[in-house]
């Protein structure tokens, strides 16, 4: 039973449209993240929060924005879609405390723009 | 230059081969972790060592982190068609995390 849920699982639009992905947790976890990942590869950090009201953006550059108003609720938010934006999109909480207890993962968002 | 290098990166075997998979750094991790991702499925833990020469044991998956804290690896017994996926190693030296790039492996009936 997944404690992690992203909607939509696939989506297919059109160049300049905007988009949310919505991605919800059940577990308290303070910690949230956004990764971008083509298939079969690496996972790049895009955007990650560490509590309400806070927000970062990762590693790899991206034209997405995010909020945290909610603790369970982390949505991604693409204004102006393009084609370059294909890709797999992840979102994952923690736990962090004295130890690491390791990241749980949604299923995914496949995004393609047309 | 990615901080948890990984090894190889693709991998082909056949069914009941065995296999090892490796993770270098040239940092020291407080913990690092093991995880499996199918395909169109987000990436699942599967163990994660936090002592120098640890070694763990997950049925038919063995865990062993360097006895520096800088590298890993994973031996898998008897490959099966179910192990088919990514496998990422993870960890974190100092206050960030940060994901392996990745050994994609292909396990043929």
């Known amino acids: 039973e997944a404690d992690i849920y992203q909607t939509p699982r696939y989506l297919v639009i059109g160049t300049g449209k905007k988009i949310t992905l919505e991605c919800s947790q059940t577990?308290?976890?303070?910690?949230m993240y956004w990764y971008q990942q083509d298939p079969g590869m690496e996972l790049h950090l895009i955007h990650y929060?560490?509590?309400?009201?806070?927000?970062e953006k990762g590693d790899l550059s991206s034209e997405s924005t995010v909020s945290r108003i909610r603790t369970e609720h982390f949505p991604l938010t693409l204004e102006s879609a393009r084609p370059s934006h294909t890709s797999q999109y992840l979102c994952?909480?923690?736990?962090?405390?004295?130890?690491?207890?390791?990241?749980?993962f949604g299923s995914g968002t496949r995004l393609t723009v047309v | 230059t990615q901080l948890l290098e990984q090894s190889p990166q693709f991998l082909s075997i056949q069914e009941g081969e065995n296999l090892t998979v490796y993770c270098n750094s040239s940092?020291?991790?407080?913990?690092l972790q093991w995880y499996r991702q199918e395909p169109g499925e987000g990436p699942v833990l599967l163990v994660t060592?936090?002592?120098?020469?640890e070694v763990k044991k997950l049925k038919r998956l063995t865990f062993q982190f360097g006895d520096a804290r800088k590298d890993s690896s994973l031996h898998i017994t008897a490959a099966q068609p179910g192990d088919t996926g990514l496998y990422l190693c993870?960890?974190?030296?100092?206050?960030?995390?940060?994901f392996g790039t990745g050994t994609s492996l292909t396990v043929i009936p």
């Open positions: 994952a909480s923690s736990e962090w405390g004295q130890d690491f207890y390791g990241y749980t």
């Open positions: 577990m308290g976890h303070d910690k």
């Open positions: 929060s560490y509590g309400v009201n806070s927000t």
């Open positions: 940092s020291v991790f407080s913990s």
């Open positions: 060592v936090v002592t120098g020469g």
């Open positions: 993870a960890g974190v030296p100092g206050n960030q995390f940060y």
